[in-house]
């Protein structure tokens, strides 16, 4: 990597990508790596990130900086892993597809060597999913995350501060600048991480719709482009599907509740459209190894016939400490004890369930947090018992809340009402998967 030259003019760079210039990778480093060193104050930056934002970068620029991003601190050395592949999803409400597809893909003989994040706002995260099975640690050394993934096929850790340490700066900057939704720093933001994780391969599920971060059709697909683009210039093997967002994954959103429905998905016996995703982009990362499509969804979908996707998420939570018990028994889940219902106000079809308002009970009810670090509870959340397009009677439940001792129920039922919605036709059906970016 070069190293950047103090005799360089930051406000010459600013002004630079103000006018409409391309950065050079040189460039690049000297404002990102300077910044992350401390040399470069954040007044700079931000005005340099509002040139970008205004601006934007070219493919080639975003790469650059991409790249920049995940050499600025710890990169993962997965070389003497067998059929590596990664898996990331933009951020949804009930997407517990992490928990299903990553115990399918060791099943099928790759390899899961995975950083995972925590929940924030009205997103759940892997990594608060799985601490609802006492003793399951998201904290190992590098050694033993390297060994579990040879030997079991799957290891899953919570995000390293040293795994491309730039990104986590320019995000808080980003944060109060409001340069937040600016195309090629989330995708730079993103593909830094996974670049730097160290994975071959790369399946991005990419949601679009209430519920998600990119609300329309266009704007996931330029996201999708942006980051398979990155992951081609950097030599990865990287492919994104787009999947609708604007009703709640499966039935379940909620730390436990979530856990819950993955394991009826991995016992066969999961919601179809949850199921469906899971193969849909497992048979993704088989493709990207030369398998043809037909032959990768037959063997991901036995995967979760024959027991082996199972047989291996238990090896999972038993290698990380979890009680694998949990795994044999979901009954032992903490469920919080109160419910409630949200019911039809009337006959006729359900028409929506906003996926947002579902995440934002959720939250409401004490299931994820606000601010990064706040204590949550696992056992809070909600359940959809109809999709749009189910027939519903008046007065019949097509949601249930489960809370504990009525906190935050009022604000979670306000939510759920005002997002349900009922009508005296049948709406038409909406496909899941809404596209595919190889």
Known sequence: MTTPSPAVN???LIRKKRD???????????????????EVPDYQISAWLMAVFLRGMTPQETA??????AGSGDEMNLGDLPRTVDKHSTGGVGDKTSLILTPMLSALGLTVAKMSGRGLAHTGGTIDKLESIPGWTPELEEDRFLAQAREIGLSLVGQSKDLAPADGKLYALRDVTGTVDCLPLIASSIMS???????????LDVKVGAGAFMRTLDDGR???RAMVDIGTRAGRQVRAVLTDMDTPLGHMAGNSLEVLEALDTLRGEGPEDLTDLCVSLAAEALSAYGEDEQSARARAAQTLQDGSALAKFRAFVAAQGGDPTFVDDPAKFDVAPGRAEITAPAAGFVQSIDALGVGRAVLALGGGRERKGEAIDHGVGVEVLKKPGDAVQAGETVIRVYHRDGRGLDVARGLLEAGLSVGAQAPQAQPLILDRVN
């Open 222 to 224: 330029g996201l999708a």
């Open 20 to 38: 409409g210039g391309e950065h050079t990778r040189a460039e690049l480093e000297t404002l990102v790596l300077g910044y992350t060193r401390g």
């Open 10 to 12: 930051i406000p010459d």
């Open 64 to 69: 650059d900086l991409t790249l920049v991003m």
């Open 193 to 203: 991480k996974k670049l730097a994780s160290g994975a071959h391969t790369v399946v």
